[in-house]
């Protein structure tokens, strides 16, 4: 099945569950996930790091001086970020806790406990997240952005996500937003589809909220 196809079936199921997702992907239309399947887990969780707090824009930014650093141009490797001068990265405009984050990645890339692409996708959910938030900085929501946007992954609610609790509130036009655990029962409903769910309550229109 194609990620488009896997994608319909996933909003068929979610439309059948209520009138107000019925009604919400109605007006949003087709899920249209950007998935960068081909970054290894190394260059997904470093550019998860750099991006933390900032807008696409300005991310985006750092990202390509970033990039200048390197000889070829290119992404850096593990080895070039595993021994980069501090100072280099900070000109960069990266702060010295992401900086440490970062290098932590590369060095953990190069000791084999973030695993390469082939190795990840063999792993359980759970299991990559256990292994991945041992490294500092690196926490939950970011392997499950690693999950969703590189790995693929078709069943990921990541709850501490504010924009999803933000979804969730205006879809049923709640007075507050829920809480991860009360997120995470309710999502149970949405298995084994709660990615897709998620990138439709990360675009939950704000006239929802009414």
Same mark, same amino acid.
């Given at each position: ?47 998860? @790091?750099? %991006? ?26 593990? /080895? %070039? ?6 100072? !280099? ?15 932590? +990645? ?7 406990? @973030? ?6 996708? /063999?792993? !359980?959910?759970?299991? #990559? ?8 900085? +690196? ?7 690693? #999950? ?7 069943? +990921?609610?990541? @709850? ?7 979804? %969730? ?6 007075? @507050? ?7 995470? #029962? ?13 990138? %439709? ?5 704000? /006239?929802?909220?009414?």
């Amino acid at each position: 099945m194609t990620a488009s196809a896997s994608h319909a079936t996933s909003a068929a199921f979610l439309t059948a569950l209520d009138a107000d997702w019925a009604q919400a992907i109605a007006r949003i239309g087709p899920c249209r996930l950007d998935i960068r399947a081909a970054r290894e887990p190394f260059e997904a969780l470093t550019r998860a @790091v750099a %991006y933390q707090q900032l807008s696409t824009r300005v991310g985006d930014v750092l990202i390509g001086r970033l990039k200048a650093l390197s000889p070829d141009g290119d992404f850096p490797t593990p /080895d %070039y970020m595993a021994g980069a001068r501090f100072e !280099d990265l900070r000109a960069c405009g990266f702060s010295a806790r992401k900086i440490g984050t970062m290098q932590a +990645i590369a060095s953990a890339t190069l000791s084999g406990l @973030v695993p390469t692409r082939s190795e990840a996708l /063999d792993m !359980d959910d759970e299991a #990559l997240i256990a292994r991945l938030i041992t490294l500092k900085g +690196i926490g939950r929501w970011t392997v499950e952005m690693l #999950l969703i946007f590189t790995l693929e992954r078709t069943d +990921i609610l990541p @709850v501490d996500d504010m924009g999803v609790q933000e979804g %969730y509130r205006r879809l049923k036009r709640l007075a @507050v937003r829920p809480k991860p655990a009360q997120l995470r #029962l309710i999502g149970q409903d949405w298995a084994p589809h709660r990615t897709v769910a998620s990138w %439709y309550l990360w675009r939950m229109p704000a /006239d929802r909220a009414d």
